[in-house]
């Protein structure tokens, strides 16, 4: 076995090397080594200095080392290295660049030791220097990743306080405050705007208005002369995302104007930021750069350059555009909602008051008086009756302009012009939209009669009409005309749909309240045609007699009344109610009336007479079974004969008291027939003898006793010789606005003794 191997022997060459270790250590060393005389002139250098400058070591001995040194580190050599050498004898890691012969840069770092004597005087500088490219490199990067760092927190923070501050914005002008605010800032501009785009961008045949809703340190001149220069490429323009217009011979040569006013303004470009939301392109943010900011004392910028945007503004600037059209859309959809809620609740309101309306005048009194307090300016409504086109009414917001409507409203009816949008909307049956000043103007042109007309026109500054056609099932009710002056913003297709509605609610109202009033009218002139004429002129008696129809339903029923001279110088009243409140209990009152007149022509007595028509119902094909009181009367000696087929007994009242008389009622007409019992009695003179039916003395509040007893104490307050009076002011006590059943009084007054023959 060999034993362990032992180390060799150093060869002959690294022998000799390090027996010449120290100059060639400090010739041939891995950094730099320099001596300086106090002064900086170089008195030593070693070959690795030499071959970083490219300089023999003949050009830098008796040189200065502050020629061999950048701009920067000259001052820096001067005002701070020397000075820390006198005072600390040493420095160390000193950045440095150091100037090649070819005029790169070498960057380096410097350790330095100051050599004195013994009385502290300095003899010589000596000093090493180690290339630092690699080292810069690495700073300059971790500089760059610390500045992007800090570029991206400060982008964070505004677009944090952007989405703040947006998210408090409920208008337009609040969201264009904060944006234009902090899009400023971002940018350091010196003016900003934003303008807004009223109308589709997007449809290249229309030319959407141009509306600036904030605009800080921006000339009007300047916003005015870009809008000039989007004209109908507008839509092209928003396309074309997030761009700079540099003021430059290109843009001086397109568009010169623009670009004179740039430069009267010292800018230098213009930065156009899209606003969208969803694809939707809103608007554009408009900032100027050029003006330095308020507050800077030195700008390292060359003035009047162009500073390209960095990819981080870039970004920051289409976050803010982005940030803005969704605050926009939020506020656009919010504001809508705030509007529909206010739509909807006119429209109740509307509905209500045209519920409450008594008739069809009140109705559209009442909507256009709601029309001019929130959604128009005008509200003119025609309608069409059986008398041809009317109008109701025409009502202006502007009680002063109201007497220039109403000379409008004489002078042109929609129907003296088929140009007319009344007349055309009905005409055609769909609404007629009038959108802009220029359009009502030639409108107004059109249609007028006389110069008159059109002053008047003139006068109300009209500058939008909605005219909406009223139909239901096909028929043309009228038109409902809408208008708006200088003073209103235009109509809105919002504005449109709601009139349309409240046409709508109001033709159905119209419709309903004409067939009620038809029905009214046509059961007025039947009521009148059944009931008997006014009571005829009868020696010693006076007479008075009522009919108050209820107040529910038709103003039809089957309460009556009748006044007979028979022959004989006899008196018969009647008085009836036949069951139900309709056309038919109306037409069997009728019936019954005629029936009982004829059957009176032979003087028959009241309980023959209710005999008679017991019998005979049938025969006489009434509908309906009803209740009667039938009476006589001798004017001469004031006999009466009474008899009650089911009817509540008559009233007599004299000489302040009220009394009713004991007339027993049989079955009521159209019941099997049972014998009817008759009273008999004499009216005094002065004395007044009430018919009435139960309509009088019945509520749903009390029984009919209670009803009877109020009768005959009110009756005995009022009691006079009047009969007139008499019923007057039992109708003023006892009924009130609404009433359940029908009313029919008969009052007869005997009122003197008639003069015997030959007395």
């Known amino acids: 076995m060999t034993g362990p191997e032992e180390p060799r022997e150093p060869s002959s060459r690294l022998n000799r090397l390090l027996d010449e270790d120290p100059a060639d250590l400090y010739e041939n060393a891995p950094m730099g080594y320099l001596s300086t005389l106090p002064d900086g002139r170089i008195v030593k250098a070693n070959r690795t200095f030499c071959a970083w400058t490219g300089r023999p070591p003949a050009d830098l001995l008796g040189g200065r080392i502050h020629d061999l040194l950048s ?191 740039m430069a009267a303004d010292g800018l230098t470009d213009l930065v156009v930021v899209p606003v969208s939301a969803d694809s939707k392109r809103l608007g554009v943010l408009v900032l100027a750069r050029g003006v330095p900011a308020r507050g800077d004392l030195i700008s390292l910028e060359e003035p009047g350059r162009h500073q390209p945007l960095s990819p981080a503004e870039v970004d920051l600037l289409w976050t803010l555009g982005r940030q803005a059209g969704q605050a926009l859309e939020r506020v656009r959809l919010h504001e809508q909602t705030r509007q529909q809620g206010e739509r909807s609740a006119f429209l109740l309101e509307a509905s209500r008051l045209m519920a409450d309306a008594a008739d069809v005048t009140e109705t559209v009194e009442r909507l256009a008086g709601l029309v001019v307090s929130g959604l128009a300016d005008v509200c003119v409504i025609d309608l069409v009756t059986e008398h041809g086109m009317t109008r109701p009414v025409a009502r202006h917001r502007d009680p002063v302009r109201q007497p220039w409507l109403d000379r409008l409203r004489e002078g042109q009816p929609p129907q003296r012009s088929p140009m007319h949008p009344g007349s055309q909307a009905l005409r055609k049956g769909r609404t007629q939209w009038v959108r802009d000043a220029d359009e009502a103007r030639a409108m107004f042109e059109a249609i007028a009669v006389d110069g008159g007309v059109r002053d008047v026109a003139r006068r109300l500054e009209l500058t939008g009409l909605v005219s909406v056609p009223m139909i239901v099932d096909g028929r043309r009710l009228g038109v409902v005309t809408f ?240 009969p007139e009076e008499l019923c007057d002011r039992l109708l003023a006590e006892l009924t009130g606005v609404h009433r359940a059943d029908d009313i029919a009084l008969l009052a007869l007054t005997r009122t003197e003794r008639p003069q015997l023959p030959g007395a």
């Open 483 to 722: 208008a708006a002056d200088r003073h209103r913003k235009p109509f809105t297709e919002a504005d449109v749909d709601v009139a349309e509605q409240l046409a709508l609610h109001l033709a159905q109202v119209v419709d309903k309240g004409q067939r009620f009033e038809f029905e009214a009218r046509t059961s007025h002139t039947l009521q009148a045609s059944l009931l008997p004429p006014s009571p005829p002129r009868l020696p010693s008696l006076a007479t008075a007699v009522r009919y108050v129809a209820a107040t529910q339903g038709v103003d039809v029923g089957g309460d009556f009344y009748d006044v007979l001279r028979l022959p004989g110088e006899q008196v018969a009243l009647v008085v009836g109610d036949v069951v139900g409140h309709d056309i038919t209990a109306a037409a069997t009152m009728g019936q019954l009336r005629s029936v009982t007149r004829a059957m009176s022509v032979d003087r028959p007595t009241p309980a023959v007479l209710i005999d008679r028509l017991q019998h005979n119902w049938d025969l006489f094909e009434l509908q309906r079974m009803a209740t009667a009181l039938f009476v006589t009367l001798d004017p001469a000696t004031g006999e009466l004969r009474i008899a009650s087929a089911g009817h509540l007994p008559p009233l007599l009242c004299q000489a302040g008291t009220a009394e009713y008389l004991p007339v027993r009622p049989t079955r009521m007409l159209g019941a099997p027939p049972a014998p009817a019992e008759e009273w008999t009695g004499v009216l005094p003179v002065g004395a007044t003898l009430l018919l009435f039916t139960d309509g009088l003395v019945e509520s749903r509040g009390a029984d009919i006793d209670a009803g009877m007893q109020r009768l005959r104490e009110v009756a005995a307050r009022s009691c006079t010789t009047d």
């Open 71 to 261: 701009v920067g580190g000259r001052v820096f050599y001067e005002t701070h290295l020397v000075p820390l050498l006198r005072m600390q004898g040493a420095v160390r890691e000193i950045a440095i660049d150091i100037t090649r012969i070819d005029g790169t840069l070498l960057p380096c770092l410097l350790n330095a030791v100051e050599v004195r004597d013994d009385d502290g005087s300095p003899l010589l500088v000596r000093a090493t220097l180690f290339e630092a490219t690699a080292r810069r490199r690495y700073e300059r990067e971790l500089l760059a990743a610390q500045r992007l760092a800090e570029e991206s927190e400060a982008r964070s923070r505004v677009v944090q306080k952007v989405v703040f501050d947006l998210a408090a914005a409920t208008t337009p002008e609040d969201v264009a405050t904060v944006i234009v605010q902090r899009g400023r800032a971002a940018l350091r501009a010196g003016g900003a705007a934003l303008v807004m785009v009223d109308g589709e961008a997007d449809d290249w045949r229309e030319l959407p208005a141009l509306r600036p809703v904030r605009s800080e340190g921006l000339s009007r001149e300047l916003l005015r002369r870009l809008k000039e220069a989007a004209g109908s490429r507008l839509a092209l323009e928003l396309a074309q995302g997030l761009r700079s217009i540099v003021l430059d011979a290109r843009l001086r040569a397109d568009q010169p104007q623009l670009a004179a006013t």
